[in-house]
């Protein structure tokens, strides 16, 4: 066979094997890439949100009903509860999707709902004294105590009012005190939504930065009650 005419066979042969290779390895990624995007598009469509999402509701769920009256939650409290849980049994079926600090923020929304469960349940057992309430009001908030009277001009003053007599005196209060703060607290942000339109927006993020505060130190009180607890 002249020569020319074996380079243009073995040139041949070579380029339909490549041809063949390349054509299984595009047809193994494809069938990889479909498989993917079935198991994910499934996924969404399942859920309708990610993990993170579902943290993110959870969140914005607890701070709204952490700011709600008693009253209002008493009403609702039975799907309040299964709310949670509900919120809860979606983001734990995922939970290896979360990362650390999603996983850690997602620990302290389980430990402060369980504490705020706990007070609920109790003031429901033992309500509030009208007038001791009254008294406590007038500690808290001075001459913010009118809470109605609370206006998008002097809120800001108002939490600060609030949080001075807060970091005073928390350290001698018992839980049943903190019982009555948490009432007023929940009063005091229940006028803030009323007006929060109205609000600047520096004062509305001094009333968030304060806000945290105040659960960041209600959190510290019913740990230290409960570390008491369990020593009695």
Not at 93 to 119: F, G, I, T
Not at 156 to 176: D, I, S
């Amino acid at each position: 066979m002249p020569k020319h005419i074996q380079y243009v066979t073995v040139f041949f042969l070579a380029t339909l094997l490549w041809s063949c290779e390349g054509n299984r390895t595009a047809e193994n990624t494809e069938e990889i890439t479909v498989d993917t995007t079935e198991q994910d598009t499934a996924q969404v469509v399942r859920s309708g949100r990610t993990v993170d999402d579902r943290l993110e509701s959870l969140r914005g769920w607890m701070n709204e009903k952490v700011e709600q009256g008693d009253s209002s939650i008493q009403r609702e409290w039975p799907d309040v509860k299964d709310d949670f849980r509900r919120r809860t049994a979606e983001i734990d079926q995922n939970l290896d999707s979360l990362s650390v600090e999603s996983k850690a923020e997602y620990a302290r929304l389980k430990q402060r709902y369980e504490r705020w469960e706990n007070r609920q349940e109790r003031r429901q057992d033992t309500p509030l004294d009208v007038q001791e309430l009254q008294q406590w009001q007038e500690q808290l908030l001075r001459e913010f105590e009118d809470v109605d009277s609370i206006s998008p001009q002097n809120v800001r003053e108002a939490y600060l009012t609030f949080m001075g007599v807060v970091r005073a005196k928390r350290q001698n209060w018992t839980q049943n005190d903190w019982d009555y703060v948490d009432h007023v607290y929940g009063l005091l942000n229940q006028r803030r939504r009323q007006i929060e339109g109205e609000m600047s927006n520096s004062d509305k993020l001094k009333v968030r930065a304060l806000q945290a505060e105040y659960l960041s130190l209600e959190g510290a009180a019913d740990a230290k009650s409960l570390m008491q607890n369990m020593r009695n």
